[in-house]
């Protein structure tokens, strides 16, 4: 079995558009959630999103390319490049033996919103001709082979609200069983439109709050919803050798991942945690841990149930030792990215080994005292984790967990 290095990173994300800026923001406890701009939020139950800002297609791509592509693959291909930048793996690798694991959890939604409005008003002659490959929900991972000559297995995850960790958690085992030798591996969502949110916010999972700082509040007795983020992110896996051979930097080592269902409801995660600490403890077989040295980036939605139900599965998992764990959710500062929300959340966890700062949860300030683990409130702090994870949930009772491990510099 081969081991797995991170060599490369990139982020576009509601808290800016690279992984600097929003590793940053992350420790800086800043907040990506405002008022939505994205439309006209005037019927809406729901006001408040956490956008991608100062992000101009044209500018950051080229005026073709943004026709051509859908704001989730737009954001896919900046993010890809800035990863492959980071890793310096072009040219290093045979194309054969690199592939991509890109996932989304809806796709080019934006693009079959435009397209249906040009269908009803003006008729079939009005729909674009790219309609199709703008908005397939593969057409990101496609995009990215063929941007970066990736001739090895591409495929599309779709696991909903799990979609990042599901693709980076493939991607890892692609390597690990001697598939592959590199890949990319992420997440990448653009649906902050009337549709999207008028879906979420009937079926009760989105948040009525107009206060960005009262919005999203994972983990806190006022927690009424989640709040609808977008973005992408991605990170170079590598055959840790292969890394070594060139001189490449190894932000960490991904060491496991675990994968479960909850097989129980469409929406809702099984209330007594089980499959989620399963997919936990998966990620963790084989990992010498000790819960003093863990940091745990938890899905954390901010929804009543979710909340309770990580909190039960990280006490399961780790019985009395869940109260040692360092644990936050960075959705309190992104919002739920979607399917790009595991990919950004396992940067998230990596530049924490690598750095030693635990990343705060923001707004925290009436804790649950059901939710009674240390969330790192409002504030980073300073701590040396030597493992961390990152949990996700998703709709369909999809769960993963992947677990990281710090290098030595």
């Not at 800035?82 to 690199?98: I, K, T």
């Not at 701590?383 to 369909?396: E, K, M, R, W």
Request: hydrophobic share 40%.
């Amino acid at each position: 079995m081969n081991r797995v290095a991170i060599t490369g990173i990139g982020a576009i994300t509601p808290l800016g558009n690279d992984k600097d800026t929003f590793w940053n923001a992350l420790k800086n406890g800043e907040c990506g959630i405002g008022p939505i701009t994205k439309f006209d939020p005037a019927e809406s139950r729901c006001h408040v999103a956490a956008e991608v800002k100062n992000f101009d297609a044209k500018t950051m791509l080229d005026k073709s390319t943004a026709y051509r592509t859908d704001p989730f693959v737009q954001y896919a291909m900046c993010a890809s490049d800035e990863a492959m930048r980071d890793s310096g793996l072009a040219g290093n690798v045979d194309p054969d033996r690199f592939g991509v694991y890109m996932g989304s959890g809806v796709g080019g939604i934006q693009t079959l919103c435009e397209n249906d409005r040009a269908l009803e008003t003006k008729g079939a002659r009005f729909v674009n001709a790219l309609f199709v490959p703008k908005m397939i929900i593969n057409i990101a991972a496609g995009q990215l082979a063929i941007r970066h000559g990736a001739h090895g297995n591409t495929l599309c995850l779709s696991t909903a609200c799990a979609t990042g960790s599901t693709a980076i958690g493939e991607a890892y085992r692609a390597i690990k069983d001697g598939y592959l030798t590199a890949a990319i591996a992420g997440g990448s969502e653009a649906a902050i439109n009337p549709l999207t949110t008028a879906g979420f916010i009937n079926c009760t999972a989105l948040t009525q709050e107009a206060d960005p700082n009262c919005a999203c509040v994972p983990f806190d007795s006022r927690r009424a919803g989640f709040v609808l983020g977008e973005g992408s992110a991605v990170l170079i896996l590598e055959e840790y050798e292969h890394a070594v051979s060139r001189g490449a930097r190894i932000y960490a080592e991904i060491v496991g991942y675990g994968a479960t269902c909850d097989a129980y409801h469409v929406t809702s995660p099984s209330p007594d945690g089980v499959q989620i600490a399963r997919a936990i403890l998966e990620s963790l077989s084989g990992v010498e841990y000790s819960c003093e040295k863990m940091y745990v980036n938890a899905h954390g939605t901010g929804t009543q149930l979710n909340d309770l139900t990580e909190t039960s599965a990280l006490k399961k998992a780790f019985g009395e030792d869940a109260k040692k764990l360092r644990i936050s959710s960075t959705k309190s500062m992104t919002g739920h990215m979607l399917g790009a929300a595991g990919a950004a959340e396992a940067i998230a966890a990596v530049m924490a080994l690598k750095e030693g700062v635990i990343p705060p949860t923001v707004h925290l300030e009436c804790p649950d005292p059901q939710c009674d683990l240390d969330y790192t409130p409002n504030k980073a702090v300073k701590a040396d984790p030597t493992v961390a994870i990152s949990t996700s949930l998703g709709f369909g009772g999809h769960n993963a967990c992947l677990a990281f491990k710090k290098v030595s510099e």
